[in-house]
């Protein structure tokens, strides 16, 4: 059972899936700034989702987001739109006002702030524009999908377009449009893997959430889980109208079209109720499927693919010569359609993330103030500032994940893939010491590396 079904068989069905696609970072700001620059966390400096984390803030406006991949696409006479949430801290007075629209955009419907479904306010091409609660004019997945359509219908046809559409769903507050209020009433969060189990050799993070949960918390989480997936109907219906206008206007065997996230998310996976920005694979995973010239149907691959990926494959498509771009990522283009181009792919990767919160490494984290703990009905630590981690993620010559924390204990998570899909036990302390220490140069080199020297595989 899955609420994308539309989506899995106009684009996952119809060209290919990746098995093995992972965003760089487990949070929405600094996810989604990867996206749009192809570039690592501490090449683009967006460490979370305040301003002062750097989201959408003056310095990112005038740096990174000035070489994002739309930029490009603008000086090579695209059409280009964008609907739906951009970064967190966007339309804020300090991050530039609702008039600010970012370079590489003719069409602009940014929602201000973080995700809502009724009672948001749009920035439309740089003037303000608020919405209320009434469905069939405000619910925010379905505007985007209407004004879409309509780009798609005025466009000029003697120029290429790019679109990204990003509806609220499945972010919280998880309303769901009024027909699907009543879907998947008896769905629960998946029972298998890691679920309720102890984070006991883990980062003291995952040591502090109550074990086994309470009722309570699974009842929370699972009414989370249920409501993600009916939120997810409409992202479905918006993949089907888009394809439907593609084929009216007789675009769609010319045009790519992608469908991913900006991160993974848990429910329920070590007693954490509900959250991201954790290394686990849960974590870290997202979807992506994508069709188009060239892509075979019926595809499933397992090379690994990044969020940093998508704007140097963007770039590719459009023919821009990708050595005159400053990207870390690389194009997947020659994985997923080799009769239009040769590559490989990346034997290993890196995921980092910058912890908030007090400075205290204190399990007791949820009495130290707002921003580091949610109460569902349990207070369970989610984030702090020793939260702060870098791993090497490789899937060639061993299925592995070396992690070291940023912490007065320099703790290291340590988990094999293959005999430990679910990363139940750390096993940093069985691991041969050689392999410990060539995957602790990968990391140092990693964590330093700019555009080529990320996609160089020498070390």
């Given amino acids: 059972m899955t609420p994308v079904k539309k989506a899995k068989a106009l684009i996952g069905d119809a060209g290919v899936y990746f098995s093995n696609a992972f965003t760089v970072t487990p949070l929405c700001c600094p996810s989604r700034s990867s996206i749009l620059t192809g570039r690592y966390p501490h090449n683009h400096e967006v460490r979370n989702n305040s301003l002062t984390g750097n989201c959408s803030s003056p310095a990112w406006q005038k740096g990174p987001e000035a070489l994002a991949f739309p930029v490009y696409l603008s000086k090579l006479q695209y059409q280009t739109f964008y609907g739906g949430k951009y970064l967190n801290q966007y339309g804020k007075k300090e991050a530039g006002d609702v008039d600010y629209v970012p370079p590489g955009w003719d069409q602009w419907h940014a ?33 985007i999908v209407n004004r879409s359509l309509s780009f798609l219908d005025d466009r000029s ?15 919280s507050p998880w309303t769901a449009a009024p027909q699907y209020e009543k879907a998947f009433i008896n769905t629960k969060a998946p029972r298998d893997g890691s679920f309720d189990k102890p984070g006991k050799d883990k980062h003291w993070l995952l040591r502090q ?15 989370a889980f249920r409501r993600r997936w009916q939120t997810l109907l409409s992202v479905d219906d918006l993949v089907e109208k888009v394809v439907k206008k593609l084929q009216d206007l007789k675009e769609l065997d010319n045009t790519y ?21 954790q290394l686990y694979e849960f974590d870290i995973r997202v979807p992506l499927m994508v069709r188009g010239p060239g892509i075979k149907p019926n595809q499933t691959l397992k090379a690994p693919v990044l969020n940093i990926d998508f704007g140097p494959t963007f770039l590719d498509i459009a023919g821009v010569n990708l050595t005159e771009v400053n990207m870390d990522g690389q194009s997947f283009l020659p994985q997923m359609a080799p009769s239009l181009r040769n590559g490989t792919s990346r034997p290993y990767f890196l995921v980092e993330y910058t912890g908030e919160g007090h400075a205290a490494p204190d399990p007791a984290c949820p009495k130290l103030g707002p921003g580091l703990s949610q109460c569902f009905p349990d207070c369970v630590c989610e984030d702090s500032f020793n939260n702060t981690y870098a791993c090497v993620r490789t899937l060639t010559d061993y299925n592995m994940q070396y992690c070291e924390f940023a912490d007065n204990e320099s703790f290291v998570e340590v988990y094999n893939l293959t005999s430990d899909p679910h990363q ?7 691991v041969d010491p050689a392999v410990l220490q060539t995957m602790n140069q990968r990391l140092i080199r990693l964590q330093s590396c700019v555009g080529s020297s990320c996609r160089d595989t020498k070390y």
């Fill in 157 to 171: 046809p003697q120029h290429p377009f790019f679109m990204m559409l990003s509806p609220p769903a499945p972010h």
């Fill in 424 to 430: 139940l036990e750390n096993i940093v302390k069985k």
């Fill in 209 to 223: 959430p109550l074990n086994p949960m309470t009722n309570g918390s699974i009842d929370f989480l699972d009414n």
């Fill in 257 to 277: 079209i992608f469908f991913s996230s900006d991160h993974g998310y848990h429910t329920g996976q070590f007693s954490l109720p509900i959250d991201k920005r």
């Fill in 111 to 143: 929602l201000v702030g973080n995700s809502q479904y009724y009672n948001y306010t749009l920035s439309v091409n740089g003037k303000e524009e608020k919405h209320g609660d009434i469905y069939d004019k405000d619910y925010l997945t379905d505007l």
